[in-house]
Each structure stands twice: as structure tokens, then as C-alpha cells.
């Protein structure tokens, strides 16, 4: 069929279905007439005659209502049950009305005999030829994608609920091409060996890898929205064992609304795989002190920044003070925050920490009830080989803040710190470590209530591992592991950011809370993991390489919870370090030592032909006597510039 003749047929479909119904009402009548007065089909004129008013009603009632159920604005191609019952229903309501009315007319029962084998037939008759029509266009689609993606892959889905039931829909109405679902594995043993949409319950988990060898299984699509999350670990685990893709269908509460449940699924994440526990919050509590305040952000476009937004800006402030010197991240949070909360009140703000005059012009303009300080240089190896820039954005751009928060009568300060500032070997913890003693010597001395909430790697953070893995492999590998006995613990972003609003409920000032962070992970395992998950054979398709201890790189962190003085609070993943006896005095004599170094550093600059750069041993050994706890990597302290 010529392109010309299609689009005809598409702009006047609703006309022609019309004239199709009109054709089966008609013939429907003459049949039913024949049958029940038993003359054949050799009607007279009479009889012909006879049917005239009453096909002419009959097609006036029918066409009416199904203008009334909106029947002519459906797609055939996507038309299912719903429908065809409407149809059946209109061609009910079609018979009652046009026998009233040819009962009242002839005043004959007989006539309704007639009405109801027709309209019988007219029900039939209309939803069969739809059928027909959507089966047709269904194996159109399904030869078009065939075309376009060859052979359609083998899959086997986890879950025998209503999810996977629109999934089969979804997959049969058009998707054949792309997936031939040869089984169904649920844990319910009363549903092995029976069928959904014509497609049998294999068995349960347990049988996952014995099906995807037998039957060739390419993609597992994990069909299960309400599950807890350490089962859906342990089910994923097993997925493991096989060399399949696996898609995952999230949570209910993060399924998304009116949209394909085909378009819900998503690849597998390694957080799908740390099983933790939901974590609880005294909500009440954190929006009693958001609530109707203003509340600021540094370095709200970064991860954890932008995640505190998201959180922050549930709990209704009188309105939300995003600041960051990076334009295009907070562009980014700002049009996010906007168009899902777009009677929330918020300002989007270009600036640095780094200068004072512009924080001082923000804090007195905005007047902050709250400040959250998550601006911050956190790149390890980065900040080995520019660790000035590590200085003064991390630890005088703190002082900075601090000293704003204090002036304009901050209720609250939160400082956003690490797991790297504990017995630190590189410069990025050290100044971490620096800030949390300037947190804790100003909490002092002010009526500022200043705390420190320190965790370790978050997955999916900016610098974290997890995104740079997943780049490696679609660049199809190898992946990069610095060492293969390197643990370090991880937390997801709404996990931290969820328990930092908790801390914050708890400060009174001068705490440094520290998160429980669960247990170490082995990098080398989980870049193991990804790749499985990504379908692939960590020892056959895709080269995992060491390549040794970056600058300033611990081989393993320190375990935060054996901490010495480490004390409990209310929430179980939430405890407080041992307070320290540091003052401003004390502060005030290191920032004399570091701006001794910033200002010799600038002098030979400016003053030497052959400056060749910073001397790095030189600022250590200065981090060393501001952070006595500061004991630099050996692989990364030479005497080279």
C-alpha cells in the first residue's frame, strides 16, 4: 500500500469505521430477518421494505451511542477487554432502545426477536473485525521492529503479579520483536507450572540459573515494585550467577505515574544490591526547624548539596538559598526544584565561599535561619596536586561562612564533612579535619549552634567511583581498580542526606555527628558486580586492571564506629565523636601558619622567573602542624614540586 493511501486511510480511520458498522448493522438486520421469519435470503421488496425504518433507527441509536462512550476516538491498534466490553454494552443498550421503540410503533412483540438476534450479530460483528484490525497492525509493528533489531532477545521475568501482567501486554502489543519472554520464576510454589498471558511459571528463584542455561536467557526483567530490600538483594545475588542483562522495576513508591511500565524499568544499581534497611526518621522533628525559615545551601548544585535541597525544600522554608560558584549544577537543581515544587520559594545564587565581602552581602540580605555547608573541593588525587586551591576553598572558605553564620545570628550550622578527615593521609581530609576543629573551637564562643556531620563515600556522588565504572564499561572496559584489597564504605545520597536533617534535629552545638556507614566494601568486588550486571563476564569480556595507590590514597578507611569516645544518640546510625578542647586561640595561631604559606607561595610567584609551581612537601609539612593528626601517605610525599 503507497505512503499516500495509508494517510488517507489514517486522517478519515474514525469515517470509515463508521461506514463498517453501518454495513454489519445492515446486513445484521436482513440476516436475523431471514433467519427468524425462515424465508432465506430471498426477501421481497416488502420485507426490504419493511426493514427500512427499522435499520434506519438502529443505526441511529448505535452510531449515538458510541459517540456517547467516545468509542470512535480509540486507536484500534491499542484498543484490550475494556473496550470490546463497551462495545458489547453499547450494542445492549442499542437493543433496548431500538425494541422499545419498534414495539411502541408496530405494536408487535414479535419485532423484538428480530432486534435481538441482530444486534447479537452487530456486537459480534464490531468487535471482531477490530480485533482483527489490532492483531494485524500488532504483527506490523512487530515486523517493522524485527527489521530494525534483528532477533528478538530471550527473556525470563522475576514475578507473577499484576506487573509483570502489563509488562506480557506491553511486550505483545508491539515488543515481540525485542523480547520473547520464554518464563515466568515466582516464589509462590502454588503458581509454578501455571500460565499468564499463555507464558508458564517456570519455578522460583532458586531456579534462576539452571532456566537462563537451558533456555538461553539474555535479559532477566525483575518484576517485583513491593519488595523489601534485602530479599531484593538476595534475588539479584542470584541473577548474578548468570551472564544475563537484568532490569529492575523500582519500588512502588518511585514507580512513575501514567507512564509504560516498560518505560519504568531500569539497569540494575549497585545500591540494589547493599540490601539496607529503609531508614527512619523523626520527621516532625526536622520540619519544625524548617518550616517557614530560611534556609541556605552552599554548594547546592553538587550531590550531596543538591540532594539536602530536594529534602530540605519537602519540609515547605519560607524559602530555599541555593549557592554554588558552578552556574551549570545550579541551573540544574533550580529548574528541577521549580518545576516539581513551583509554589516553593527558592534563589538560585552565583557565588564562592572563597569570597567574604559577597557571602557577607548574601547572609545580611537573606538573613539564614539554617545553613547547610557542603561547598567543598573533595577530589583526593586532585587536591594532592593542588593543594592550596584545597585550602582556600575547604578550609577559609568555611571560615568564611562560619564567621557570617555567627554576625547574622544563624540558628544552625551543618557542616558537611568526611570520613577522609579521620587520621587523614591526604590533603582534601586534612582540611576536612581543619574545618571540623574551626566548627567546633566557634561553638564555643557563639550563640550559633555549630555542628559537623561526618560520613564516607556516597554512590552516585560527583567523584565517586560507581559513575566512572559505569563510563569504563559502556566505553566497553577495562575497568580501573587502584588496588584489589581497597574497601571503603558506602551510603547512598538520600541515605546521608536523609540522616544529616536527622543530626541537624539533634545538634546543640559543637558535635561532630558521625554516620554508621554499615560495612566496608571491597572495590574490586563491586566492580566485579557491575559488570555482571551489565551482562557481561568480569573474566572473559571485560578486563578488570590494578593500577596501584593514587597520591594521597588510604588502601582502607578508617572504621568510623571504633572511633575511641564515640558515643549513641536517639537514631541507632547516628553518633557523636568525642569533643575536643580546641579554641579560637588555637585556630587563630594555624590560620597565621597557613596564611604565612598562602602569602610566600604568592610572593615567589610573582617575584621568581623560574617558579616551576607549588612546593606540595612544603604545604604538607605546614597541614602537618595544623592537623596533627595528618600523617601524609608515603607514596605520595616526595620532595618533587
Not at 98 to 105: C, E, P, Q, R, W
Request: a positive charge.
Amino acid at each position: 500500500m503507497s505512503k499516500i493511501a495509508k494517510s488517507f486511510i489514517y486522517r478519515h480511520r474514525h469515517f470509515i469505521l463508521r461506514i463498517i458498522d453501518i454495513i454489519i448493522i445492515i446486513l445484521s438486520y436482513i440476516i436475523a430477518k431471514a433467519t427468524i421469519e425462515r424465508t432465506g435470503f430471498y426477501l421481497t421488496r416488502k420485507d426490504l421494505f419493511s426493514l427500512k425504518s427499522t435499520v434506519l433507527i438502529a443505526i441511529v441509536i448505535f452510531e449515538a451511542i458510541m459517540e456517547i462512550l467516545h468509542m470512535y476516538k480509540n486507536l484500534v491498534a491499542y484498543e484490550n477487554g475494556d473496550d470490546y466490553i463497551r462495545y458489547v454494552l453499547g450494542s445492549i443498550i442499542g437493543f433496548i432502545i431500538v425494541s422499545t421503540v419498534n414495539v411502541f410503533v408496530t405494536n408487535n412483540l414479535d419485532v423484538i426477536r428480530i432486534d435481538f438476534l441482530a444486534f447479537i450479530m452487530i456486537a459480534v460483528g464490531v468487535v471482531s473485525y477490530r480485533v482483527m484490525m489490532r492483531a494485524i497492525r500488532r504483527e506490523q509493528i512487530n515486523d517493522v521492529e524485527a527489521l530494525k533489531s534483528g532477533k528478538a532477545k530471550n527473556v525470563l521475568i522475576i514475578g507473577a503479579g499484576s506487573a509483570t501482567k502489563q509488562l506480557l501486554d506491553q511486550i505483545n502489543n508491539g515488543m515481540k520483536s525485542l523480547y520473547n519472554v520464554i518464563g515466568i520464576v515466582d516464589d509462590n510454589e502454588s503458581k509454578k507450572n501455571n500460565f499468564i498471558w499463555g507464558v508458564k511459571i517456570l519455578g522460583n528463584r532458586y531456579d534462576i540459573p539452571r532456566i537462563c542455561k537451558e533456555k538461553n536467557v539474555e535479559v532477566i526483567l525483575f518484576s517485583i515494585s513491593y519488595i523489601d530490600s534485602d530479599t531484593r538483594r538476595k534475588i539479584l545475588e542470584i541473577c548474578q550467577e548468570t551472564a544475563c542483562k537484568v532490569r529492575i522495576l523500582p519500588s512502588t513508591r518511585d514507580l512513575i505515574k501514567n507512564k509504560p511500565i516498560m518505560s519504568n524499568l531500569r539497569d540494575v544499581e549497585i545500591e540494589d544490591l547493599l540490601g539496607r534497611d529503609p531508614i527512619k526518621l523523626d520527621n516532625k522533628n526536622i520540619a519544625s526547624l524548617i518550616k517557614d525559615q530560611v534556609v541556605l545551601v552552599t554548594g547546592g548544585g553538587g550531590s550531596i548539596g543538591s540532594e539536602l535541597c530536594r529534602q530540605i525544600i519537602k519540609h515547605k522554608p519560607k524559602k530555599l538559598v541555593i549557592l554554588d560558584i558552578y552556574e551549570n549544577n545550579l541551573y540544574d537543581i533550580e529548574q528541577e526544584l521549580k518545576f516539581n515544587y513551583p509554589k516553593e520559594n527558592l534563589d538560585a545564587i552565583v557565588a564562592s565561599v572563597r569570597d567574604e565581602k559577597r557571602l557577607e552581602e548574601i547572609f545580611e540580605k537573606y538573613r539564614p535561619y539554617l545553613v547547610f555547608h557542603a561547598a567543598a573541593h573533595k577530589h583526593v588525587p586532585l587536591m594532592e596536586e593542588n593543594p592550596l586551591e584545597a585550602i582556600k576553598n575547604n578550609i577559609f572558605g568555611t571560615y568564611n561562612t562560619v564567621n557570617m553564620a555567627d554576625k547574622f545570628g544563624v540558628k544552625r550550622f551543618v557542616l558537611i564533612s568526611t570520613d577522609k578527615a579521620v587520621n587523614p593521609t591526604n590533603i582534601m581530609g586534612a582540611t576536612k579535619r581543619l574545618c571540623e576543629m574551626i566548627i567546633q573551637a566557634k561553638a564555643k564562643t557563639s550563640k550559633t549552634e555549630f555542628v559537623a556531620v561526618r560520613f564516607g563515600n556516597v554512590l552516585g556522588s560527583n567523584g565517586s567511583v560507581i559513575p566512572l565504572f559505569k563510563k569504563q564499561i559502556k566505553n566497553g572496559g577495562p575497568i580501573y581498580v587502584t588496588h584489589k584489597e581497597i574497601t571503603r564504605f558506602f551510603m547512598t545520597i538520600p541515605e546521608a542526606v536523609s540522616l544529616v536533617l536527622q543530626a541537624m534535629s539533634f545538634a546543640t552545638g559543637g558535635e561532630i555527628f558521625v554516620l554508621d556507614m554499615g560495612e566496608p566494601v571491597k572495590i574490586y568486588d563491586m566492580a566485579r558486580k557491575l559488570i555482571k550486571l551489565s551482562g557481561f563476564d568480569p573474566d572473559v569480556d571485560m578486563e578488570i586492571k590494578i593500577t596501584g595507590l593514587r597520591p594521597g590514597e588510604k588502601l582502607y578507611e578508617e572504621v568510623l564506629m571504633d572511633e575511641e569516645g564515640l558515643t549513641e544518640t536517639k537514631h541507632d546510625k547516628i553518633h557523636i565523636a568525642k569533643p575536643s578542647n580546641i579554641t579560637m586561640e588555637d585556630i587563630e595561631n594555624k590560620f597565621e601558619k597557613l596564611n604565612k604559606l598562602l602569602d610566600k607561595e604568592e610572593r615567589e610567584r610573582k617575584s621568581s622567573k623560574d617558579y616551576q609551581g607549588i612546593d606540595k612537601d612544603k604545604v604538607k609539612k605546614v597541614m602537618m602542624e595544623v592537623v596533627p593528626t595528618f600523617k601524609p601517605a608515603e607514596h605520595s610525599f616526595n620532595s618533587s614540586r
